[in-house]
């Protein structure tokens, strides 16, 4: 059966019902889309150092506490451990990714709700794209945070 002789048959209202929901959903460029030009590159080339005994470095004096630093979210965990991983989110690239103490700590992105685990892998169906992580080093009080 043809399309108009099936929607024709259907009745209006009921094609409405059926077709107005895919109208928004389908489309390629929704309201949820980000514009390109507010898109940022996923970090690369890290290597930096954070002193933990400066001004800089007190942001990360308690479990669970975060900063933001070259497109990086270096935490320290609700175990007392560094890790860091890429301020701009996997799914749209938007740069909002923040480490929250829930379910252990996670990472999540307030631009669409992504959330991640502290190894960078989707928690949610927002996208499958894992989060980047990058490595941490501690020696003495100089954090180091690098590919």
């Known amino acids: 059966m043809e399309r108009k002789t099936f929607l024709k ?3 209006a ?5 059926v077709v107005f929901p895919c109208l928004h959903g389908c489309s390629s460029s929704g309201s949820d889309d980000v514009a390109p030009e507010d898109m940022k590159p996923i970090p690369t080339g890290v290597d930096f150092t954070i002193d933990l005994n400066t001004s800089e470095g007190a942001g990360l004096q308690n479990n669970g506490d975060f900063i933001l630093k070259d497109f990086v979210v270096v935490v320290k965990n609700l175990e007392g451990q560094f ?3 890429s301020q701009v989110c996997s799914h749209q690239q938007t740069e909002e990714v923040r480490f929250l103490e829930e379910n252990g700590g996670i990472y999540r992105c307030s631009t669409h709700g992504a959330r991640f685990d502290q190894q960078g892998a989707p928690l949610n169906s927002v996208t499958p794209n894992p989060l980047k992580i990058f490595n941490t080093e501690l020696n003495g009080t100089i954090l180091r945070v690098f590919e």
Request: proline share 0%; no cysteine; glycine share 18%.
């Open 9 to 11: 048959n259907l009745g």
């Open 13 to 17: 209202g009921a094609a409405f019902a």
């Open 83 to 85: 890790v860091a991983a």
